[in-house]
C-alpha cells in the first residue's frame, strides 16, 4: 500500500505513464465479465486484486488512551500506551496505524525506559525498539499525539442552518477509522482489552467501552470532566469507542447488569419507548446462546448525525438519535428490530469477531439472524417469517439489479463494499437454511457450540464449518461451498399434475440459473411437499434436491385442492415459479396455515383477472388475520385496476385499522391514475389527517399520483404539518413531485436547503430527481426547472451532510443527465469516505451508459476512470514522500522525532 523513498524516480515515471499504458491495454482487449446479465455490474472494478489479512509481529495485549478533546479545535491530543507481546524473535520495528495525525513523540516505557526514534509518512508509524526483540517479550510503548480527525472521530454542534443541534463528539471505527483518533493496530485480527481517560468540557460526559472506574473534575483543569472506563476482554480495535455530549442517562438493571440509555435531555420518555425492549432481548439471546451476556454493562448513546443506523461497540453500541421516536410514530414504527440487531453482535462481531473483512458475514449474517429469531420469539413464526421475506427482497434486489457475488470473496476494491445486501440479508437467509438443514433442535446445539468455543477468539467461515461438525457429526462443506463461497442461488421452475389413474402427484422440479458467472448449475436442497385433500388432512414428503431436473411422483390419498412446495421457507434465497390450477392458488389464498403462502397466492390471484379472483382478494383484504397479506391483497386489487377493485380498496380505506393494512391501501389508491373517487378519498385523508404519520404522508404522495383538480393546492396546505423526522412534509414534497408541475421546483429548491431538517431534505432531494426527469424534455419552463433541479443537486454532492450527500448521488443517477457528470467525478476525486467513493462512481458510470455504444467502451470509460485516479493518488503520494525525504535530509532522525507530513 505504501511506497518507500527508495523509488522516487520510479514512481514519477509511472505516474506519467499510467494513463497511456492502461488506455492502450483496454483498447486493444477490453474484456467483459462472462455470465453478466445486461443489468448486473461485476461487484469489484477490473483489476482488483484479492486482499488477504494482515501479516502480525506482536501480539496486543492491551492499550490505554489518556485523551482531551478539544471542541473549538475539533481536535484530540493525548498519549497511547499500548502493551504488547513479540511473535517471533529478532523484532526491531513495531508499525502501528496512525492517518492524518502528528506523532510528538514515542517512548518505550517497560521493559526499560528510552525514547524511541520512528518514521511517519502521514499513515504509517513505525517505531524503531532499539534492538532485536525476542519471541514472547512483553514491551510496552507510549505515543504522543495529536490530531484534527477527518474520520473516526466526528465533532458535530450548533452552527448558523442548526442553531439548537446539540454540541457532542462521537466515534466510529468500522472498517479501518479508528486509526484517525488515536494510533493502533486498526486490523480485526488481534483482539486487546483497552481502557479510555478522557477530558470533555463540564458539564458533558463521555462514554466508553466497559466498566466506569472513576468519574469528576479534572485535576489539570476544574473546567473540565474526567472520565475513565475499562474493559477487561480483549475486542478488535475497530470497537474502542467514545461518545462525549450533555447526555441524560436512564438506567435499567437485567440480572445485576445495568443496562443505560443515554439520550438528549428532553428525550428519556422517548428512550424508554424506543429502546425499552432491551432487557428481553437480553433475556432471550442469553438463553437461545446458553451464553449470558458476558460483559460488565450495556449501553446504548443515541448521538446526532450519525452515519449509520447503529454501531455495535462493545458494551455501549452508539446508535443514531432519528430512532427515538414518539407516540404517534410507535403505531407503527419500532426501533427494536435496530436495537436486537446491536445487541446480538455483542456476541457475533464482539466476543467472536471476523479474522478479516472477507468473513464479516459471520458478524453481519448473524446478527440479522439473530434479529429475526427475537422477533420469532417475541411476536410469533409469522412475524419471523414476514421479516425473512424483507430480508430476502432485499438480497435479489441487489444481486438483480447490481452484481452478484460469494458471500465470502476476497477480490474487492475496499472493505466497506462489502457491507451490503450479500453480506447482512443473504448471510441471514444462509443461516435460516442451515437451520432448515440441520432441524431447530440440532441448529441450536451448533451455534452455542461455536460461540462457546470460539468466545474471544477471531473467526472465519471454517471455524463455523468445523464447530458444527464437532458438535453434530455433520460435514457441510458442501453447504457452504454453494451457499457462502458460491455465487447466486437456485432459480427454480415447478409444475404441478394430478394424475388420476395412478393416484399420484407429479412434480417436475427444474433449476435453471446459468453456471456462466460461477453459480453453481446445481444445489442440493432438501424442501418440504404440502398437499392437501378436500376432507382438510395434509400429506407432507421431504426430498432432496441434487440434479439440474427431477421429476417426483407423490402418493396422496385423494386429489389435493393445495400443493405447497418449500413449505415453511427453508430456503429464501431463491426465485420460484409454480405453475398449477387457478383453483390451488385461491384456496392457498384462504386455506394456508403460513403466512407467506398466502402473501405468495395474493400475487397470483391477483393475475388471474377474474371476478373470483378480485373477491378472493377483497377478502383477504378484509379479513385475514396478518396485515402482511392484507398488504399483498391491496397491492394486487390495485395492479386489477378496474372498477371493482378500486371499490374493494375504497371499503377497505373506510372500514380497516392497522396502520400498515391501510398504508398498502393508501398505495394501491395512489396506482389510479385520474380516478376521481381515489383522489376524493385521498385528498380526505391527508385534509383530515391520520392516526399514522406514515399513512398521512402516503395519502399526500397518493394525492399527487393520483393527480386532479385542485392537488398542487392541497397539498401546498399541508406543508407546515410538523411531524416526527418530518415524515408528512416528506410525503408532501414526494407528491409535489408526482404532479409532473413545474410550479413545484421553487418549493423543492427550497425544501433542500440547509436549515431544514434531514428527512425533509431527503425527500426534496429525491423530489427534484423525479420532477426533473419528466421536465427535461419539457416546453422552455420546464427545461429551466429541470437544469435548476439539476444544478441544485449537483451542489448537494457537497453537503456537509453524509446521508444528504448520499441521497443527491442516487437522484443525479436517477435523473440521468449526463451533464451531471463532471461534479460526480470531481466528489469521486475528493470525498473522504470510501462508500461516497463507490456510489458518486456508480452514477457517474450509469450516466455513461444511455450513450455508450457498446460494453467495450463502457469498460475502456471506467478503466480510464481508474488510471487518472491512480495518478492522482501516486502524484499525491510522492509529493508527501519527497517532504518527508527533504524534512529528514534537514533535520536528521537522531533526535527522536519525526519529520511528519503534518
Sequence with gaps: MSVTTRFPRLVMTLAASVLVLVFVTIARSAPVDAGQSKDRKPFARAGSAARYGRDRVVDVRHVALD????????????????EVRAINGGLRTLPLDAAEMRIKGARLVHPEQAELTFRHDGHDLHLDLGKPRGPGELLTIAVDYEATP??????????????????????????EDSQFWFPCWDYPNDKASFECRVSVPKPMKALSNGRLIASGDDPKDPERNLWHWRIGIPQVTYLATLAAGDFAVVTEEWKGIPVSYWVEPGREEDAKRSLGNTIHMLGFFSDWL??????????????????????????????????????????????????????????????????????????????????????????????????????????????????????????YEQSIDLFDGHLYGKGALVLHA????????????????????????????????????EATGRDLEWFFDQWVFGK??????????????????????????????????????????????????????????????????????????????DAGHDFFAKSL?????????????????????????AAKVGKLGTDAARAALQRSLMKDEHYGVQIAAAEALGAMATDAARDALLGAFESSEHPKTRLAVVTALGELEGDRQAAAALRYGLENGEPSYFVEAECARSVGKVGGKGAFEALVAALPRESWRDTVRAGVLEGLAALDDHRAIPILLEHSERGRSQGERRAAINALAELGKVLKDGDDDEVEGATAARTELEALLFDPEYRVQQSAIRALKALGDPAARDALWKLVRTALDGRTRRDAREAMDALYRPAAKNDQIDAMREQLDDAREDARALRERIEKLEKLVGERREGGRGDGKSRSPH
Aim: proline share 4%; aromatic share 12%; hydrophobic share 40%.
Design 67 to 82: 485523551i482531551r478533546l478539544d471542541f473549538a479545535k475539533k481536535a484530540v491530543v493525548g498519549t497511547m500506551t499500548a
Design 150 to 175: 477527518r474520520r473516526g472521530l466526528y465533532f458535530v454542534g450548533p452552527d448558523e442552518a442548526y442553531p439548537d443541534k446539540p454540541l457532542q463528539a462521537w466515534t466510529q471505527g468500522e472498517d
Design 290 to 411: 446458553d451464553l449470558k451476556y458476558p460483559y460488565e454493562k450495556y449501553d446504548q448513546v443515541c448521538v446526532s448525525d450519525f452515519l449509520f443506523g447503529g454501531m455495535e461497540n462493545t458494551t455501549a453500541t452508539t446508535l443514531t438519535d432519528t430512532t427515538l421516536h414518539d407516540a404517534r410514530a410507535h403505531l407503527d414504527f419500532s426501533s427494536d428490530g435496530l436495537v436486537a440487531h446491536e445487541l446480538a453482535h455483542q456476541w457475533f462481531g464482539d466476543l467472536l469477531t471476523c479474522r478479516d473483512w472477507s468473513h464479516a458475514w459471520l458478524n453481519e449474517g448473524f446478527a440479522t439472524y439473530f434479529e429475526t429469531l427475537w422477533r420469532e420469539d417475541f411476536e410469533g413464526r409469522d412475524a419471523a417469517l414476514y421479516d425473512l421475506h424483507g430480508t430476502a427482497q432485499w438480497y435479489l434486489g441487489e444481486d438483480r439489479d447490481s452484481y452478484r457475488r460469494p458471500v465470502v470473496t476476497k477480490v
Design 434 to 469: 442451515l437451520r432448515g438443514e440441520l432441524g431447530d433442535d440440532l441448529f441450536r446445539k451448533a451455534m452455542r457450540h461455536y460461540v462457546r468455543s470460539r468466545a474471544g477468539t477471531v473467526v472465519d467461515t471454517h471455524d463455523l464449518i468445523d464447530a458444527i461438525r
Design 488 to 565: 447466486g442461488y437456485p432459480e427454480l421452475t415447478v409444475k404441478y399434475d394430478w394424475e388420476e389413474a395412478t393416484g399420484l402427484a407429479r412434480i417436475d422440479v427444474a433449476q435453471t440459473q446459468s453456471s456462466d458467472d460461477g453459480t453453481p448449475a446445481v444445489f442440493r436442497m432438501s424442501v418440504n411437499l404440502v398437499f392437501l385433500d378436500a376432507d382438510g388432512r395434509w400429506t407432507r414428503y421431504r426430498v432432496t434436491l441434487d440434479e439440474r431436473k427431477s421429476t417426483l411422483f407423490l402418493p396422496v390419498s385423494t386429489p389435493p385442492v393445495m400443493f405447497r412446495f
Design 577 to 601: 415459479e409454480v405453475e398449477k390450477p387457478d383453483a390451488l392458488w385461491l384456496k392457498q389464498l384462504v386455506a394456508d396455515p403460513d403466512v407467506l403462502g398466502r402473501v405468495e397466492a
